[in-house]
């Protein structure tokens, strides 16, 4: 079996904007003042990468995960 690309993450950051950071990494790869524009380039990203992206909710909380088109 093939190990899986990598997860991003799509979340709020403490200064209000959204930001897509690879799961573990201590910095955002990337912020967005829309959730939409970062779901968006979490998409493109983990579709390149073979890997997945999981959206996060304003609280925190896990709105969906597992994201990919396989």
């Given at each position: ?11 709020l ?37 073979d ?10 909380k ?9």
């Amino acid at each position: 079996m093939a190990l899986p690309g990598k997860t991003y993450h799509v979340s709020l950051n403490e200064d209000g904007k959204w930001q897509v950071k690879a799961e573990k990494a201590t910095k955002a790869l990337k912020l967005f003042d829309t959730q939409k524009a970062a779901i968006a380039y979490a998409e493109t990203i983990a579709e390149n990468q073979d890997g997945t992206f999981v959206i996060h909710k304003k609280d925190g909380k896990i709105r969906k995960q597992d994201y990919s088109k396989k």
